[in-house]
Antibody, heavy 124, light 107 residues
Framework: QVTLKESGPGILQPSQTLSLTCTFSGFSLSTYGMGVGWIRQPSGKGLEWLANIWWDDDKYYNPSLKNRLTISKDTSNNQAFLKITNVDTADTATYYC????????????????WGPGTMVTVSS | DIQMTQSPASLSASLGETVSIECLASEDIYNNLAWYQQKPGKSPQLLIYYASSLQDGVPSRFSGSGSGTQYSLKINSLESEDAATYFCLQDSEYPWTFGGGTKLELK
């Protein structure tokens, strides 16, 4: 059974660094083709993809957040992490992590299982 | 970036009806499209991947079709539990991008 769960600080102040943890079970990030992604959703709005990390430690980021994002993983402990530096009120959102499995034929990746999300508020 | 234009933004339908939701990509995404259902306060649930493949456990009244830049999600015989917001996702090219969402209300 695949499960993911996000954790974060809940609230933080502008200019601080947001640190998020995704703890998962039922799969391994050391498995060929596997990935984990981060997505966020401001209240009442749409979804925004943030970053992906892959089994081979390859990483991809949304350029709209410029150089503020850092994604990493701890394969031994089944965790993935996301840091966002210099937050402001526009970063207030629910943050989700999701598994990315490999469909070998055709070669295709997609988010299948998502965590319940963690709400983050940036406020002074 | 590939823009995903989803329509309609909202729709209202009756139980038992059939509805379609469209996603138009700004360039060819080669069937690299998934559809998700999201209910209030919940995380998105995968319905369709690779444009037309039904995720395990999803009712067969959901179906996906399309190619190139035009894709659609069809829901047959609407049930009350289908009231939700639906999103498409293109994962053909980075940055992955979502459609703006379609809120489906049951009359």
């Amino acid at each position: 059974q695949v499960t993911l769960k996000e954790s974060g600080p809940g609230i933080l102040q502008p200019s601080q660094t947001l640190s998020l943890t995704c703890t998962f079970s039922g799969f391994s990030l050391s498995t060929y083709g596997m990935g984990v992604g981060w997505i966020r959703q401001p209240s009442g709005k749409g979804l925004e993809w943030l970053a992906n990390i892959w089994w081979d430690d390859d990483k991809y980021y949304n350029p709209s957040l410029k150089n503020r994002l850092t994604i990493s993983k701890d394969t031994s402990n089944n965790q993935a992490f996301l840091k966002i530096t210099n937050v402001d009120t526009a970063d207030t959102a629910t943050y989700y992590c999701a598994r990315i499995p490999l469909l070998p034929v055709p070669l295709y990746w997609y988010f299948d299982f998502w965590g319940p999300g963690t709400m983050v508020t940036v406020s002074s | 970036d590939i823009q995903m234009t989803q329509s309609p933004a909202s729709l209202s339908a009756s139980l038992g009806e059939t509805v379609s939701i469209e996603c138009l990509a700004s360039e060819d995404i080669y069937n690299n499209l998934a559809w998700y259902q999201q209910k209030p306060g919940k995380s998105p649930q995968l319905l369709i991947y690779y444009a037309s493949s039904l995720q395990d456990g999803v009712p067969s009244r959901f179906s996906g079709s399309g190619s190139g830049t035009q894709y659609s999600l069809k829901i047959n015989s609407l049930e009350s539990e289908d009231a939700a917001t639906y999103f498409c996702l293109q994962d053909s090219e980075y940055p992955w991008t979502f459609g703006g969402g379609t809120k489906l209300e049951l009359k």
